[in-house]
Every structure is written in structure tokens, then in C-alpha cells.
């Protein structure tokens, strides 16, 4: 591919947090790990680490392993909704004492007004996902300093049933100035490019970065998505074991198939940081991860619709050296066409 003739600008999302590349990587539990959050954060992207349900000394560590890697801006994601108000508070309070001065913390879901007070009062900036246009005006009005619309296209657990281009716009016409990005779809740069013609300031992509070297995905979860088609994916109830109440969108198998639920018995065992074992129900929302065995064919693997154009396992170097290549060629191309219309 040709280099490309423009610079990719950072736009209002990149200066907000230090990035050079308007591009946030989701935090997925199991998943972002300190190799992954700080290898796309060498990148000049935004490099997420993923806390879910890990306890306050294990957050400590896991922030001070990422820092010790990487000299950029990165962030940490919190799951008021699963960690539960207080342990979302130590977990917080944990990643504060160990960020740098320039990360920024990011929330899954609409947080407390107390946990944003908090992390903006210590200096970083704040970034809250959520799905509806009733949560994107709560988190503005809260203090967000970017607000990531998620549309129903994206993998993981949803927010909302709108896509994210139609959900962004009708925010969009009530704040014409706030920071506001996308997720859902995301998988090169030129989906960023125009997801940002849309109106958008940047993007969250999670599929694409489950599949690259640095990601804590077990091999088939990785393999599943290059092979995968946006049809074979599907919104279900099914994994809700550890996360009840919330669709999510996953690769097909047998169990989101089926007519029927079987027994929630164990079919995975997971070794935990301690090195301890825990058994993974049938059902259970824990992503397949590298620290998984078992019957891995049968565990949740979250992939939004755009896993058709992921095309290859390989590293978040290469994966976001593309991306700027891209993003900046369809810049190019969109003037052009502006200047010829």
C-alpha cells in the first residue's frame, strides 16, 4: 500500500487523551491485559486495560506492569455493573495510586456521579460508554470528558439496540460540541475515516484487537473471528452466568443454536494470577482467554459484525501502522471528492 500523503490528525478525542490516533482499543475482561493495553498505546492509540473483577492489589499490580512498558497515555476500565459501587470505588481508588499523571479511566456503563468526581479530581480525563441517547445526555451532564456511543453492531455486552451511526447522530444534534466517539464496526481505518465524516471525533474497537499477538484470547477465539462472517455472529441472553440482564453480541455455536439450555454445569477451568483454578460453568460470561481449558468451543466469544474484515492474527504494530495508512488514504480521497463535487 502507497504511504500516505496526509498526516492522521488526533483530532478533539487525540488531544483530549495524548493520542496521535483518534482510536480507543475496548477493555475486555480476560482479554486487555498489560501487553495488549500498552502495546496500542506505544502505537499512539488509546491502549485500555481491562480491571472487571480483579481485586485492589491485583489492579495495582496489573496498572504498575502496563506503566513499566509503555511511556504513552493508556486507560483503565471499570464495570460499576459487574464489580458492584464498592468494589468499583477500591478498584478506582487502586488504579489511581498507580496510574500516571497522563492516563485517562474509562466505564463500561453509566458510573456514579462520585466515581467520576474521583478520578477527574486526581487529573485524568474520563471516558464513559454507553447506548442509548438518555445515558450519552446523563454522562455529559455528569462530566464526562468523552462519551463513546456504542451501537448495537459492536461484540460484547450492549448497551442499547440502536446501530452506532444513527445513535450518534441524534447525539450529535443536541451536543455539537462534545467528544464524542463510536463503537461498533470498527475494524480498519477506513471505518474510522468514516465513522469521523459521520460526525464522530474517534472510535472504540474491540473485535480487531482481540485478534492480534499481544490479546489474552485462547487461539480458537482468535482464529474463530478471522475466520468469521458478520453472520455468524449473534445477539443473545445465553451467557449470563456472572453477567445476568444484558444481551451480548458472540460468534454462533452450539448453545446459541440450540432450542434448549442444558445444565449449567462446568466445562472450562481458568487459572487465576494466584495460580489457582476456578471452574467455568456452561453459560458463564467469562471470555475464552489464554489462561482457559476445556471445552473452549462452547464459551462465550464476544465478536461484533465487523470481525468480516479482520483477515489475520497479528501484532498491534502492524495492525495500527494499517490503520493509519488507511485512515489517512480515505482522508485523502474524501477531499478529493469534496473538491471535485
Known amino acids: 500500500m502507497t504511504a500516505p500523503s496526509l498526516p492522521v490528525?488526533?483530532?478533539?478525542?487525540?488531544?483530549?487523551?495524548?493520542?496521535t490516533l483518534p482510536l480507543l482499543q475496548a477493555g475486555m475482561g480476560g482479554i486487555a491485559g498489560p501487553r495488549l493495553c500498552a502495546a496500542v498505546s506505544r502505537a499512539g492509540a488509546g491502549g485500555v486495560l481491562a480491571l472487571y473483577r480483579e481485586p485492589p492489589a491485583q489492579v495495582s499490580r496489573l496498572v504498575t506492569a502496563t506503566a513499566r512498558t509503555t511511556t504513552r497515555p493508556f486507560g483503565v476500565n471499570l464495570i460499576p455493573e459487574v464489580a458492584g459501587p464498592a468494589t468499583a470505588r477500591a478498584q478506582l481508588d487502586a488504579a489511581l495510586d498507580s496510574l500516571p499523571g497522563h492516563a485517562f479511566v474509562t466505564f463500561y456503563g453509566l458510573p456514579d456521579p462520585d466515581l467520576l468526581t474521583a478520578s477527574a479530581g486526581a487529573g485524568h480525563p474520563t471516558v464513559v460508554q454507553v447506548g442509548t441517547e438518555a445515558t450519552a445526555e446523563r454522562a455529559l451532564e455528569r462530566g464526562a470528558t468523552i462519551v463513546v456511543l456504542q451501537g448495537s453492531e459492536a461484540?460484547?455486552?450492549l448497551l442499547g439496540d440502536l446501530p452506532a451511526l444513527p445513535l450518534l447522530r441524534a447525539v450529535r444534534k443536541r451536543h455539537a460540541d462534545a467528544v464524542l466517539a463510536v463503537a461498533g464496526a470498527v475494524a480498519t481505518g477506513a471505518d474510522l475515516a468514516r465513522a469521523i465524516e459521520e460526525g464522530a471525533d474517534g472510535a472504540m474497537a474491540g473485535t480487531v484487537f482481540v485478534a492480534?499477538?499481544?490479546?489474552?484470547?485462547?487461539?480458537l477465539f482468535r482464529r474463530r473471528i478471522v475466520a468469521a462472517a458478520a453472520t455468524d455472529t449473534v445477539v443473545t441472553t445465553r451467557y449470563d452466568i456472572g453477567w445476568p440482564h444484558r444481551p451480548?453480541?458472540?460468534?454462533r455455536n452450539a448453545l446459541t443454536d440450540s432450542e434448549q439450555r442444558l445444565p449449567a454445569r462446568f466445562v472450562a477451568t481458568v487459572t487465576t494470577a494466584d495460580g489457582g483454578?476456578?471452574?467455568?460453568?456452561?453459560?458463564?460470561a467469562t471470555a475464552p482467554s489464554v489462561r482457559v481449558e476445556g471445552q473452549v468451543e462452547d464459551m462465550a466469544m464476544y465478536c461484533g459484525r465487523s470481525c468480516e474484515r479482520v483477515t489475520a492474527v497479528e501484532p498491534v504494530a502492524a495492525l495500527l501502522?494499517?490503520?493509519r495508512t488507511e485512515y489517512a488514504l480515505a482522508v485523502r480521497d474524501a477531499r478529493g471528492m469534496t473538491a471535485h463535487a
Open 321 to 323: 501502522a494499517r490503520f
Open 248 to 251: 451480548h453480541r458472540v460468534l
Open 212 to 219: 492480534t499477538h499481544e490479546s489474552e484470547a485462547h487461539p
Open 155 to 157: 461484540g460484547g455486552h
Open 9 to 19: 490528525l488526533p483530532g478533539r478525542l487525540g488531544r483530549a487523551l495524548g493520542l
Open 277 to 284: 483454578r476456578l471452574p467455568v460453568p456452561r453459560y458463564s
